[in-house]
C-alpha cells in the first residue's frame, strides 16, 4: 500500500499556466508538508498543514495556494508558472512537526 | 535558515568499505533524524537520535550525536551497490511546531 501518494509524477508545462499536484496520505497522520527541491538537491520547506490548518508558511510567491480539504489530502496549486518554478516538489506526512516525515516520490515539474 | 550541513558533499567508496557521513548543525535540538533518497524517489526514514542519546544502531547503520559539538554522524558498514544514494540529516526543534530543517545531502556512490 502506498503511504503518501502524489500525482502526477512529471508536469510539463508553459510558462504562465496555472497547475495542481494532489498528495494524499493513508497514515493517520496528523500534519502534512509541501517541500521543494531544487537541482542541486536543497530540500526547502514551503507550507505545512496540521489537521487542515496552515501551521508554516515560508517565504513562498502567493502564486502557490496549498488546500487541505481533509486530514488526508495536501494539494497544491500553482498559479501564473514561472521558468523558476521547475523542480520537484515532494509532499510528506507525520504524526508530529519533530517526528519522522514520510514522504511521496515527488512530482517533477518543468517549465517550458 | 538551513540547520543542518552535511559533509563531505559527494563519498564514492568500493562495495565492503564504511562509508562515514557527518551532520554538523547551529541550535539546540529535540532529536536529529537521517534520510535517505534513492535517485528520483522521496526520501525515506531511516533512524532518529534523541538529544539526550549518544549513539544508536540499526542494521548496518550507527549514528552518534554529540550535542556539545552540535554534530552528529551516520556509519554505513560493509557497503553495498544498494546503499548508492544521497544522504541527509534533519534537525526537530525543540519548539512545537517547528519543522525539521534539511542539510544539502552527501551523495554516496558504492561501486561494485
Known amino acids: 500500500d502506498t503511504a503518501v501518494s502524489q500525482t502526477p509524477k512529471y508536469l510539463v508545462t508553459q510558462m504562465g499556466n496555472d497547475k495542481s499536484i494532489k498528495c494524499e496520505q493513508n497514515?493517520?497522520?496528523?500534519?502534512m508538508y509541501w517541500y521543494k527541491q531544487d537541482s542541486k538537491k536543497f530540500l526547502k520547506i514551503m507550507f505545512s498543514y496540521n489537521n487542515k490548518e496552515l501551521i508554516i508558511n515560508e517565504t513562498v510567491p502567493n502564486r502557490f495556494s496549498p488546500k487541505s480539504p481533509d486530514k488526508a489530502h495536501l494539494n497544491l496549486h500553482i498559479n501564473s508558472l514561472e521558468l523558476g518554478d521547475s523542480a520537484v516538489y515532494f509532499c510528506?506526512?507525520?504524526?508530529?512537526?519533530?517526528?519522522?516525515?514520510?514522504f511521496g516520490d515527488g512530482t517533477r515539474l518543468s517549465i517550458l | 535558515s538551513q540547520q543542518g550541513e552535511e559533509d563531505p558533499q559527494a563519498l564514492s567508496i568500493q562495495e565492503g568499505e564504511n562509508a562515514t557521513m557527518n551532520c554538523s548543525y547551529k541550535t539546540s535540538i529535540n532529536n536529529l533524524q537521517w534520510y535517505r533518497q534513492n535517485s528520483g524517489r522521496g526520501l525515506v526514514h531511516l533512524i532518529l537520535i534523541r538529544s539526550n542519546e549518544r549513539e544508536k544502531h540499526s542494521g548496518r547503520l550507527r549514528v552518534t550525536l554529540d550535542t556539545s559539538k552540535k554534530s552528529s554522524s551516520l556509519l554505513i558498514t560493509a557497503s553495498r551497490a544498494a546503499d548508492t544514494a544521497s544522504y541527509f540529516c534533519a534537525t526537530a526543534a525543540n519548539s512545537g511546531n517547528t519543522p525539521l530543517v534539511f542539510g544539502k545531502g552527501t551523495r554516496l556512490s558504492v561501486i561494485a
Open positions: 497514515l493517520g497522520h496528523d500534519t
Open positions: 510528506a506526512s507525520s504524526h508530529a512537526s519533530n517526528q519522522p516525515q514520510h
